[in-house]
């Protein structure tokens, strides 16, 4: 720091130079209001406060999701601003769309501002492709974190996540029940931790419940976006392939199936039964209200952020997976095999 910056400093915030080399040095002797001072007067200068000032906010979470277009991110989000509101910190959003920043140019703003940790909500965690040694820096940075949706043995956190496994049993249990055997199963990318636990899940579940062999359940599967679209045309292939009833692997993939049947001239339950996964807010005022495996958003949510606190706090929480229990909601959208199918 130059002589010249001091005076610069000093005449801005209308304290000596002395002052003002006492703040930067961490010295005792000043009041926390002149402190405040002098550092906002090197904030409007423009000049870095030294590493040592760059204090972590005790109030801000880092809270990153995927696009808010499917209803399950901002159901979980609502749920997190909450619990972290009672606890007295506030949550800073940060979306990923495509074409928008990256999951580390967020992370990168996020640290950079301070914030006392970071939710991960369905991010590069639950990709199997990305580099997870993304998560070791960001340990090594002493940020904490916690994941949701999505398990690495390679990362070393908290993760919060649904039975997806026993979630398929359950969508997979109550078709069969209702006599469908021809069951599809439309689900988004292969290479998503939860994508690949449902699909053994389904595997299971059809395996020991109607006979099938794992080659046969794998005509049955099919790879798509998590979107409308992508379940209107996961769904038309598998109508093409006789099921009768199809699983989807979120609500939003479930009304692109609905749409995809209709588009046939055939009625939902009637001919074919849909089943979503989610229960998103308003899915069960759709038409027919939508059958489908609700996730414990409110649960989920509340322990991410205990855990999280937790870690903040110095406090360190088993790095481990905790699982939560699905349940299925039954509603208008699967019915009784058709006869004769």
Known sequence: ????????????????????????????????????????????????????????SAGLIGLITPELSNPIFPALAQVIEQVLSRHGFTPVLCTQTPGGATEDELVEMLVERGVAGIVFVSGLHADTSADHDRYARLTGRQVPFVLINGYSERIDAPFISPDDRTAMWMAVQHLVGLGHERIGLAIGPRRYVPVLRKIEGFTAAVGELLGSTPEQVQELIQHTLFSVEGGDAAAGALLDKGCTAIVCGSDMMALGAIRAVRRRGLAVPQDISVVGFDDSPLIAFTEPPLTT??????????????????????????????????????????????GGR
């Open 1 to 56: 720091m130059t002589t010249a910056r001091l005076s610069d400093i000093a005449a801005q915030a209308g304290v000596s130079e002395a002052t003002v080399s006492r703040v930067l040095n961490g010295k005792a002797g000043v009041s926390a209001t002149t402190r405040q001072t002098v550092l906002a007067a090197l904030d409007v200068l423009g000049y870095e406060r030294p590493t040592r000032l760059r204090q972590r």
């Open 293 to 338: 495996i609700r996730q414990p958003v409110e649960a989920m949510a509340t322990a991410a952020v205990d855990a999280l606190l937790e870690e903040v706090g110095g406090n360190a929480t088993q790095r481990v997976e905790f699982m939560f229990q699905p349940e299925l909601v039954m509603r208008g959208s699967t019915g009784a095999a058709a």
